[in-house]
């Protein structure tokens, strides 16, 4: 495989990921195949269009990962970072100015960048979750520095407003820990449901209860506060103690969840981009073949 088929093959791998994630369901309060959630602006082909106008980007991060030479791999997201921007001008092109990826963009853009990097320093095809990882941190080095700064910005993104408010670093802070909540927690439970041969539906929304157990999810934490993101953290781990959606009991507890959220505008996004990126990391190192 030469660099571009390496190239191709991983922003395939990262499309796949975005569709699987939002494909899967029901996930509570969240847009699936089944419902839009707790979101009256965005809906399944939403996801599907913006999912689509982003392939092109992945395999630009790819790309810069392969080419990349400089000694301090933080400079690799200042290499990314321009093409992001455009990313996400045509992500809300796609969907009519309507934010359905722009967590993914900058989280999943840093994996192509660093797969392309390992790419091309053992050239692997199939890489260790762990190693991606590990680079992953060396390329977000300090990256939450920035979040000490934001006090003195006029205009603030959402990010930075929160942890002014809560002091949760983010989608900054795992990726400058290397994604440790994907590596500790969803990570293991997909690759062991995997190997039961449980439909690959079941098994990520079970994946994503685990997550939403786990996760200080910044999307939950934006509509409402942190006495919801508890409250969000308590159901999920409610429902894994039923058998998630895994046992009968467990999946009437996660269609009522899904009702509930819908009503209180409640949306784990946090989690789902997590989720997301579980899928692409199990992908890299295992192959395309989920089910």
Not at 80 to 107: Q, W
Not at 148 to 166: A, M, P, Q
């Amino acid at each position: 495989m030469n660099n571009i088929e390496f190239c191709i093959y991983v922003s395939k791998l990262a499309t796949k990921s975005l569709l699987y994630e939002v494909s899967a369901g029901p996930k509570p309060g969240l847009v699936d195949r089944f419902n839009s959630g707790a979101h009256k602006d965005m809906d399944f082909f939403t996801f599907l269009d913006s999912s689509i106008s982003l392939i092109d980007y992945f395999y630009k991060c790819t790309m810069a990962g392969i080419e990349f030479k400089e000694d301090d791999y933080r400079l690799l997201l200042k290499k990314i970072r321009p093409i992001g921007i455009d990313a996400e001008r045509s992500m809300f092109e796609a969907t009519k100015g309507v934010n359905t990826h722009k967590g993914l963009v900058f989280s999943l853009g840093i994996i192509c960048a660093a797969s392309g990097y390992l790419y091309k320093a053992n050239e692997k095809v199939y890489q260790a979750s762990l190693d991606i990882c590990n680079l992953v941190k060396l390329i977000g080095k300090d990256l939450t520095k920035e979040l000490d700064e934001v006090g003195d910005k006029e205009t603030l993104t959402y990010g930075e407003r929160l942890y002014l408010k809560y002091g949760v670093k983010g989608i900054r802070g795992e990726v400058e820990s290397g994604f440790e909540t994907v590596l500790k927690y969803s990570l293991p439970v997909l690759s062991d449901l995997i190997k039961k041969q449980i439909h690959i539906n079941d098994i990520l929304v079970q994946t994503l209860l685990h997550l939403m157990a786990k996760s200080e999810d910044s999307n939950v934490l934006g509509r409402h506060d942190m006495k919801t993101l508890d409250f969000v953290k308590e159901k999920a781990i409610a429902a894994l103690n039923h058998g998630g959606y895994l046992t009968p009991h467990g999946k009437v507890f996660v269609y009522e969840m899904d009702k509930y959220f819908i009503d209180k505008n409640i949306s784990p996004g946090g989690s789902a981009d997590l989720l997301a990126v579980t899928i692409m990391l199990y992908m890299l190192e295992h192959g395309d073949k989920l089910s």
